[in-house]
Every structure is written in structure tokens, then in C-alpha cells.
């Protein structure tokens, strides 16, 4: 008899890891790295407090495709590969036929929160529509920026907007500030070691990466800051790289640029994955607020982030070893700082 109560048990053990499995949510994430990255407490909020077999980013692909087999994130699916601009028409307007692709897409999903459309919008009121003509899902639509008064972290506003939406009695949950959310594989170490052997970098040493760039020029601290740190940081044997991404590379002149390689090792246009490759190798990083020092500070890299306008409060990086400076002065941007060079090299040498 006991035999069967077993054999009962594991059964519905079975299948209730099996329906578990079957439920599924999606994020619709329009935005950049550092977007995608703060998006990740909210995926893993989602898998864990809904019971959740998986979980899926819907975005660019050359922001998200790092996250699979890295992150909480179980796959991707391409924001160009559907036609979700049908969803923004007038919902008297708004059509489905039969095994509509925008139907099929959604049909795995119990769960979809949207950074894209409003709440009591057209897109909205259709996403809702389409979700549920195979099956019955909820749909949660979430503002990408808090309210100007907004004093917390902008990863706690999306999970609270998730719980005051979702008529569920789930508890209160905290970022927590310090928690890895990238993890590094073998061939990302390898991947980056190899970056560096082409550039001949002395692994004895430690490394340095420096990214003077940002999405926008407003929250890049002056360049000659960074100059004046990688030429201290070499004087004292630590190799420094800097980093260039495609925004550098058009806004800085053949002059600036010539400049910044004559103060250290310079690696452009590198893909995501090659970056994320090269910080797995990196001992420190500095940078403004951007989409890569979220990327630093996700993967447990010593961050040292340098803030203007933006609020560090609400935006800034997650990870277990980040120092934010501030400097909210128009100096920012228009004059190099002598005084919050020493600052941020006393932290990074500690």
C-alpha cells in the first residue's frame, strides 16, 4: 500500500512540475543594454513569485542575445522578426485571421509584461486581445520612466508596477543593490583572453577597461578625466584598455581619438559578446552611466561610475562591487576635474 502512496505522490509531483513548466512569461523590452539589464530583477520576480517554467525577452537581439545561458532570462525572441506594429492600430480597426502569426507568438505565454504601448491604450487593449484568443494570459503594461519625484531604484519601480497591476497577492520585493545579475561562462573568459593576446597585454598584470562614452553626450564626464586616469594607471604597471563603441568612434575626431590611443590600448567596435568577454578578464572598469558599466557592474567587475544629470539613486548599476561618483555641475562635461580623478583612483586602487 505504502509502495502505491509513492508512486501516487510522485505522479502528481510529475505533473505539477509538468504544468509548472508549461507556464511561461515574456517581457516586450524595446530598449537598449543598460534598459535590458535593469529588466532583469523584473524577469526574475516574474519566474520566481508566478511560478514561471521560463521566461523570454522580446527586443534587439544585439542587446538581448547575451542574456540566455547568463541571466534568469530563458530566451530571446527578435523584436523585428513580428509585425507588432499592427498592435498600436485603432482597436476598432485592429483584425485577426486564422493562425494569425501574432496570435501563434503569444500562445505560449501565460504572463506578458510590455514596456511598449500605454495602459488603456489601443496597443494594450489589442496585445490583451491577441493573448487571449488561444488561451487565457495576463497582460501587465509597464511605464519605462518613474515619476520625476520617484526617489527609488527604477528595477523596484518596475516590479512594483508589475504587483499593483496583476490582482495578485504578492509581496513586496527589493532589489537588492549588491546581487550579480550576469554570469560569465568559460568561453566568455576565453573569448576575452583572446582579445587580449591579439593586443599583446600582459596577463601578469592587472587590467583596467575604460568606456568614455554613453548614449548621451550630457552624462559623459570630460575625456581628459579618463586621460588622466589610464596615464596614472599605466605609471603604476596596471594595464589599461579603452573601450570605443560605435557613438565614440563618430563623435570623437580623428584627434581625439589618435589621443586616446597614444594614453593606452584601444579596442573599437567590439560586439556585445566580445565585451562581455573582455570585462570577464577585467579587474576594474571605469565609465559614465551607460549601457556597458551596467554590464561591468552586472558581471561583478569592479565598477567605478562617474554620474552627471542622472540620478544614481534611480539609475544606477547593480552589482556587488560598484562605487558611483557624482558631479551634477555644469563643469561636468566641459572641464576635467583633478580632484574627483584622486577620489575615484584612491577607490580603485583600495
Known amino acids: 500500500m505504502e509502495a502505491n502512496d509513492d508512486i501516487l505522490e510522485l505522479l502528481k509531483e510529475q505533473r505539477t512540475e509538468a504544468a509548472r513548466a508549461a507556464r511561461r512569461g515574456v517581457i516586450l523590452q524595446p530598449g537598449a543594454i543598460g534598459d535590458c539589464i535593469l529588466t532583469l530583477p523584473l524577469a526574475e520576480f516574474m519566474k520566481n513569485c508566478l511560478g514561471l517554467g521560463g521566461i523570454d525577452i522580446l527586443g534587439h537581439t544585439e542587446y538581448i542575445g547575451i542574456l540566455p545561458g547568463r541571466t534568469c532570462v530563458d530566451g530571446i525572441r527578435s523584436i ?120 599583446e597585454v600582459d596577463f601578469s598584470e592587472e587590467l583596467v577597461v575604460i568606456q568614455p562614452g554613453s548614449g548621451g553626450q550630457n552624462k559623459c564626464w570630460h575625456l581628459d578625466n579618463y586621460l588622466a586616469i589610464a596615464k596614472e594607471l599605466s605609471s603604476r604597471g596596471i594595464e589599461v584598455i579603452f573601450l570605443l563603441g560605435p557613438a565614440e568612434m563618430d563623435r570623437f575626431s580623428n584627434v581625439t581619438i589618435k589621443n586616446i590611443k597614444s594614453a593606452a590600448r584601444c579596442l573599437t567596435d567590439l560586439s556585445l559578446t566580445q565585451v562581455l568577454g573582455l570585462l570577464s578578464c577585467a579587474d576594474g572598469f571605469v565609465g559614465n552611466d551607460s549601457g556597458i558599466t551596467h554590464l561591468s557592474a552586472g558581471l561583478g567587475v569592479k565598477t567605478l561610475c562617474v554620474f552627471g544629470p542622472t540620478n544614481p539613486a534611480v539609475y544606477g548599476p547593480i552589482g556587488p562591487a560598484v562605487t558611483v561618483f557624482t558631479d551634477s555641475t555644469a563643469a561636468f562635461v566641459k572641464e576635467p576635474s583633478s580632484a574627483l580623478q584622486k577620489e575615484l583612483l584612491d577607490v580603485l586602487m583600495a
Open 80 to 199: 523585428d522578426s513580428m509585425d507588432l506594429h499592427r498592435l498600436f492600430a485603432e482597436t476598432n480597426a485592429f483584425d485577426l485571421v486564422d493562425g494569425d502569426p501574432l496570435i501563434n507568438f503569444f500562445a505560449d505565454y501565460s504572463w506578458i509584461a510590455t514596456f511598449l504601448g500605454e495602459p488603456n491604450s489601443s496597443f494594450e487593449q489589442n496585445l490583451i486581445f491577441t493573448a487571449n484568443c488561444s488561451h487565457s494570459a495576463e497582460v501587465i503594461t509597464l511605464s519605462m520612466q518613474p515619476p520625476k519625484d520617484f526617489g527609488e531604484h527604477l528595477a523596484d519601480f518596475y516590479i512594483q508596477q508589475f504587483i499593483d497591476q496583476s490582482d495578485l497577492s504578492l509581496q513586496p520585493w527589493r532589489v537588492r543593490r549588491g546581487d550579480f545579475l550576469i554570469k560569465s561562462t568559460k568561453a566568455d573568459v576565453n573569448r576575452g583572453r583572446e582579445l587580449l593576446e591579439e593586443i
